[in-house]
């Protein structure tokens, strides 16, 4: 196997058993390494470090797949066993006559940098996010059949990151026949997830806990539920007893397919609004226009996609957590979220207070909300620890 040697200084993080060598980092490889080897990771004196796979092309050059000199991580049997081992947890913790949707592979998290495999009902997604991976993607999928026996699989592989590893973008079917969209039980409640088209894989797996934490709040509120994609929030919400849910959200397909998700679950179309839009604008138009609110739900997109980009970002969160604070009647209460990996759970609380101290409201946290176990995080990886949540009373 070939060797890739560290600078001097450069090996802590791979102790730490941080998943990533950046290419700084690097101080010499041996020749000819091809992008996908699987190579073997030496400080500069020359200790083993780890093993993983390279891509020079891309900026986080090496995923180290193991710590152990003696573990055979080219054979697929290793694979296999890291697939078995994450399915399984998942398997054992889910009752799925509950909820038979969630997420069996997350990445580093699961020791399989670069794969993402979503369990939607009987169909299963599968997201490869890196070259290394890539080589193992038809071992992938025949493990998935032999496994689960599902009754489709489909790629989601159109992620942009894919272009930072030198890989085109793509998607479609691996296996059997995609239902669209495909119908899945979460806490007991139906949806309707469109795999083909829909963000992300289809649904926002990983809120799935939080949404069970709205249950508790919204007996006779008035709610409004901001980025409200395929008004999954907004269904519990009713179903907690809610009058009525304002969903805001721009993307119009996710609109009608919130629309089908309130029928399904036989919610009343009296107790919904839509507004399509910009959310940023909207916020403002309903504080001109007096509206008032007993609790709103704040789940926007990414606003950090890098460290660089973060003084923005906080703005942003600012910004619609001032707006909401003014929206909320006396004593409301705020759910509101950051899924940006570069904000850490201290920097979003003082985004918090800085949206307080404009709004001129005091903020009681009630609870801190994170991603659920299908979705883990490794301590040393703080990256992986990517949504945080507070639930808020607002006086
Ligand atoms: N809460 C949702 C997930 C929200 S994801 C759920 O539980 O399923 C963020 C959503 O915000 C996406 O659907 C995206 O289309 C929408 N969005 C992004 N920017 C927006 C903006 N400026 N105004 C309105 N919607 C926006």
């Known amino acids: ?170 998607k479609g079917l691996i296996y059997g026949k995609l239902q669209k969209p495909v119908r899945i039980i979460e806490n007991g409640l139906e949806f309707l997830v469109d795999v083909q088209d829909g963000q992300k894989t289809g649904f926002y797996l990983d809120q799935r806990d939080n949404r069970k934490e709205l249950l508790l709040f919204c007996k006779d509120k008035k709610v409004l539920n901001c980025f409200s994609y395929t008004g999954a929030f907004s269904v519990y919400a009713i179903k907690g007893g809610a009058k009525l849910t304002v969903n805001i959200e721009f993307s119009r397909s996710a609109i009608e397919l919130a629309k089908k998700n309130m029928e399904i679950n036989h919610i009343k179309k009296e107790t919904q609004e839509f507004i399509e839009g910009n959310a940023f604008e909207l916020l403002r138009n309903m504080k001109k226009k007096g509206k008032k609110f007993d609790l709103i739900i704040m789940d926007p997109p990414k606003f950090a996609h890098t460290q660089g980009k973060l003084e923005n970002a906080l703005r942003g969160y600012k910004d619609i957590n001032l707006q909401a604070m003014q929206l909320l009647n006396p004593g409301g209460i705020l759910f509101t979220f950051s899924c940006s990996g570069a904000i850490s759970l201290e920097l979003f609380s003082k985004t918090i207070t800085w949206a307080a101290m404009d709004a001129n409201k005091n903020v009681q946290v009630i609870k801190r909300l994170a991603q659920p176990m299908d979705h883990p995080h490794l301590t040393s990886f703080l990256e992986s620890e990517y949504l945080k949540g507070l639930i808020c009373k607002i006086t």
């Open 1 to 170: 196997m070939k060797k890739v040697y560290l600078k001097k200084g450069r090996k802590k993080s791979v102790l730490l058993r941080h998943p990533w060598i950046f290419s700084g980092a690097i101080e010499k490889t041996d020749r000819s390494i091809t992008a996908g080897e699987i190579v073997e990771i030496y400080d500069h004196r020359g200790n083993f470090l780890a093993k993983g796979y390279i891509n020079p092309k891309s900026q986080i050059t090496i995923r180290i797949l193991s710590w152990n000199k003696e573990e055979d991580v080219t054979d697929i049997r290793f694979i296999s066993e890291r697939l078995k081992s994450a399915i399984d947890m998942r398997l054992n913790y889910f009752d799925q006559s509950v909820t038979n949707a969630f997420r069996l592979v997350n990445s580093e998290a699961d020791f399989l940098p670069g794969l993402i495999i979503d369990k939607y009902n009987d169909t299963i997604v599968l997201q490869i996010l890196t070259l290394g991976m890539e080589q193992f993607r038809d071992k992938i999928t025949e493990f998935l059949l032999e496994y689960l026996s599902p009754k489709c699989i489909y790629e989601r592989s159109d992620t942009i990151v894919r272009k930072k590893e030198g890989l085109s973008l793509k």
